[in-house]
């Protein structure tokens, strides 16, 4: 019979419990995130750093597979190896939120916040060369990121779910890659989804990486009457 397979805490879609969990693993204090209260209002939108590296978006689990299930099933199995991007499949349970942190700061920018010597440095050079089912064990055995996570979840303003609790929530990760490219990252998925090309001067905030990647699930959350979705912005202090 073989073992239970691990299940962790919901995160909370919160900027500090992603920010503590983000800095307990190994990232630089300048590098935070934010809560994203308007897409269009400009004076909500103003207190956000830029450049924004990444949002992250959640949904629920129904507005996902409405949204992405046909898409997912006609893509081949991803095979890759390398940061460009750097993709991890997700094998634990309730690790979704986990799994977008991880995509948010491995990949553009934001990783070059990462510390030296932390164990988020040495997790991304362990992970760079894996294949695709050794990355995610290596994500599965690592008791640092199962500690660190365990602290981060219990940190949200609401009491903090059973790990055997289904959340009914999914956590999405966009992140603009060092190839100027907008990757959409999720674990769940069969591997990394191009979505398009960004400007210079677009960020993953810009109009056109919320067009090509958010906007998407909330034009189809309007079609089906469930518009409930938060997202957290990462970016630095420093405007780098």
């Not at 629920?60 to 940061?83: I, Q, S, V």
């Not at 920018?109 to 010597?117: F, L, N, Q, R």
Request: glycine share 10%.
């Amino acid at each position: 019979m073989p073992p239970p397979k691990k299940m962790f805490i919901p995160l909370e879609n919160n900027p500090k419990v992603f920010t503590h969990l983000l800095h307990t693993l190994g990232a630089s204090p300048s590098l935070t995130f934010h809560d994203i209260y308007s897409l269009t209002s400009p004076t909500l939108l103003s207190p956000i750093p830029r450049p924004v590296h990444a949002l992250i978006f959640i949904c629920p689990a129904a507005t996902f597979h409405r949204a992405r299930d046909a898409e997912n099933e006609a893509m081949p199995l991803y095979k890759g190896t390398g940061a460009n991007p750097m993709w991890f499949k997700q094998t634990i349970g309730n690790a979704c939120g986990l799994i977008a942190l991880l995509h948010a700061v491995c990949n553009g920018v934001a990783k070059k916040y990462i510390t030296e010597g932390s164990d988020l440095e040495k997790l991304y050079k362990e992970a760079v060369p894996l294949e695709v089912d050794a990355r995610a064990d290596l994500l599965y055995n690592s008791e640092a990121l199962e500690k660190a996570h365990m602290e981060a979840a219990l940190l949200g303003d609401s009491p903090a779910p059973s790990s055997e609790e289904r959340c009914g929530l999914h956590f999405i990760a966009f992140v603009k890659g060092e190839d100027g490219r907008l990757w959409e990252l999720n674990g769940g998925m069969k591997g990394p989804v191009d979505r398009g090309m960004l400007g210079e001067r677009e960020d993953a905030l810009s109009e056109k990486a919320l067009d090509l990647g958010v906007k998407t699930f909330l034009r189809d959350g309007e079609g089906n009457g469930d518009v409930r979705f938060s997202i957290v912005a990462l970016a630095g202090s420093d405007g780098v």
